[in-house]
Each structure stands twice: as structure tokens, then as C-alpha cells.
């Protein structure tokens, strides 16, 4: 089993700055890619951005692309979410996720390949 914990969520002002942290504990070793998405009330939970553990591969949703930047501390087992120029639409809760298996360019960013899951951080982004 594999524990992940969120933090770093608040609220931020429009054009603000956040950094959300997720560490992992327990049978870490089988990790292939951690995983941020995002859940806003009413609305379907969606995929944020990913990071394979071992090469350090980054995938983004459009949405976030080129304002939010995903990394990892392999020693700390600990996965990171930079997100600069905050939206109001980009509230909602976050959560990190796990995937054992390998996946695709495609599979990545679908959370039905993910196998574990974070309880989520509230990020709020005011007007």
C-alpha cells in the first residue's frame, strides 16, 4: 500500500502563486507516475499534469500548459505541483495520484489508471 498526502493548497489571489507537495509512503518502489488532477464542484474530476518517476517525463492539460510546472524529489518520494498565474477557474480540490503500471502518452492522463490517491487540497483563487 501506498499513503500520498497533499498539502500546500489556500487561497490565492488571481496572477498568484501556489506550490502544492505530495508525499508518498509505504511500497513507493512500484511507482511509474505521480499524477496531479483536479476536481471543481460539479464538475468531472480532470487531469492536471504528470511526471514519470523514474525518467522524469512531463505531461500537461492545455489548460494548464506553460503556468503550471510538476517535479519530483526522488530521495524525498515526494512530488510537487508550481502553479503560477492562478486563474479563478483553476479552483478546485487537487489530488496526487499513483500509477503502478506503464503508461501511454494517452493512459497517462486518464485516472482510472491510477491506483492510488491523496485525500486532495483545497486551492481557491479569488477575483
Known amino acids: 500500500q501506498v499513503q500520498l498526502v497533499e498539502s500546500g493548497g489556500g487561497l490565492v489571489q488571481a496572477g498568484g502563486s501556489l506550490r502544492l507537495s505530495c508525499a508518498a509512503s509505504?511500497?513507493?518502489?512500484?511507482?511509474?507516475?505521480m499524477g496531479w488532477f483536479r476536481q471543481a464542484p460539479g464538475k468531472e474530476r480532470e487531469f492536471v499534469a504528470s511526471?514519470?518517476?523514474?525518467?522524469?517525463?512531463?505531461y500537461y492539460a492545455d489548460s494548464v500548459k506553460g503556468r503550471f510546472t510538476v517535479s519530483r524529489d526522488s530521495a524525498r518520494n515526494t512530488v510537487y505541483l508550481q502553479m503560477n498565474s492562478l486563474k479563478p477557474e483553476d479552483t478546485a480540490a487537487y489530488y496526487c495520484a499513483k500509477s503502478a503500471q506503464q503508461l501511454s502518452v494517452t493512459t497517462i492522463r486518464r485516472d482510472g489508471f491510477y491506483d492510488s490517491w491523496g485525500q486532495g487540497t483545497q486551492v481557491t483563487v479569488s477575483s
Open positions: 511526471i514519470t518517476w523514474k525518467v522524469g517525463s512531463t
Open positions: 509505504g511500497r513507493t518502489f512500484s511507482t511509474y507516475a
